[in-house]
């Protein structure tokens, strides 16, 4: 059974830094494509940034420039380093593997 676990949010002052990583157990080694999501209540889940088989990565135009996601196929493991973060990027954050495996999320909060 394929069980997908995010880690590092927490609270955080805006301007700050935080790196989530996400690991996934139940699989075997491979090269995976990894995205993360987040969703605020009462709003739909929306695509943060993504990175496919190939490497290529995708981000919405709100964290460009400002997130990174990276991923340790070796590891089976994700990560999205967010950087100046803003009020509103406050969520939960959701790692997916394969576009077809969720974790439970972990609470990004962003405030003074």
Avoid: H
Avoid at 27 to 45: C, E, F, H, K, L
Avoid at 99 to 106: D, E, P, R, S, V
């Amino acid at each position: 059974q394929v069980e997908i676990v995010e880690s590092g949010g927490g609270l955080v002052q805006p301007g700050g830094s935080l790196n989530l990583s996400c690991s996934a157990s139940g699989i075997g080694p491979n090269i995976y494509a990894w995205a993360w999501y987040r969703q605020v209540p009462g709003r739909q889940r929306e695509l943060v940034a993504s990175v496919g088989l190939n490497g290529r990565t995708n981000y919405q135009n709100s964290v460009k420039g400002r997130f990174t996601i990276s991923m340790d196929n070796a590891k089976n493991s994700a990560f999205l380093q967010m950087n100046k973060l803003e009020p509103q990027d406050t969520a939960m954050y959701y790692c997916v593997l394969g576009a077809l495996y969720w974790g439970q999320g972990t609470q990004v909060t962003v405030s003074s």
